[in-house]
């Protein structure tokens, strides 16, 4: 932990759990000196949290007596935002900030409600992310999931409770499915669950942004030994169907662009006279936004149709370049 906000926010945690300990101790806990535990001790008592020291031999710091801190209040949506980064900065390797965010996450914990605590402990324990969190070929907006819907699946899925969803395919088809949710996954900025449907008497991939409502069954279910959600649903998407084949020839260096541009986005060929990038995509006007987002000059193939959104881009950002702002009387 080196950030300063951090140590104090590691200092108050350790003051909560271990009254009495010394300038010393406290020190070599949060790996700094006791010139600068008393200035963190300073910073807690400038927020108004009794913290009192005891001089001498066995002297130590401690929260005043009876001191408790208030429960934190957060909104469900709020809730989900603070723990969904704690994960992912875990899960996605981001050592540097594992230790930190997992303390985050118990403190925070600890002091939500019971109501929210048991959801979002669901979510800890169900959800997957993919390595890859960069593109998607839609609009990311538009498949954020309703936020009741994400945590239900999710205590669900760790409850081992079948569920009846009421959902909508890509086709716009609407359905009920008795759904034996086996996990939660983020890829690439949208939501899936995975499980098995009674429906189709298979295994099956949902996205959640479509799911319209949830509803808990009695029914229990068993999850499969050793079954990845993550590997299946990176095999699923690898045949899904899309509306779109896409081929553009990129006028720049192969490894520079596939930084950019991932291998779950597009398929990369480097050729003499650039490299050709083919991709699928379910709407035109997505891809159209991730072509605009490169820095390098590119040539369509195909399809004719992603030209015009191209031009419908272009009028967009034309338009608001030359929008004037609105002079306000004074």
Known sequence: MSHPLTRVL??????????????????????????????????????????????????????????????????????????????????????????????????????LPQALREPLAAMRDSLSFTADMSFTTGPVNAQVPETGVLLALAQASRTHRSVTLRYQTWRREHSERDVDPYGVVFHAGRWYVIGHDHLRDSLRTFRIDRIASITPRDAAFTTPAGFDPVIHLMAALAQAPYRWEVEVLIDGPLDEIARQLPGSVATLTARPDGVLMRARAERLDGMARLLASLEWPFTVHTPDELRQALKDLARQLTAAAERQPRVLPR
């Open 10 to 111: 590691a200092l108050l945690e350790l003051l909560q759990t271990h009254a009495g300990l010394t300038g010393a101790q406290l020190a070599d806990r949060l790996g700094t000196d006791v010139r600068t535990v008393r200035r963190y001790t300073a910073h807690l008592r400038e927020l108004g949290i009794p913290v009192e020291s005891d001089r001498g031999r066995y002297g130590g710091y401690r929260l005043a007596r009876g001191y408790r801190m208030p429960p934190l209040v957060l909104t469900n949506d709020e809730a989900l935002a603070v723990v969904l980064g704690l994960l992912a900065g875990e899960r996605l390797g981001m050592s540097g900030t594992a230790p930190a965010g997992a303390a985050a996450l118990a403190k925070i914990e600890r002091v």
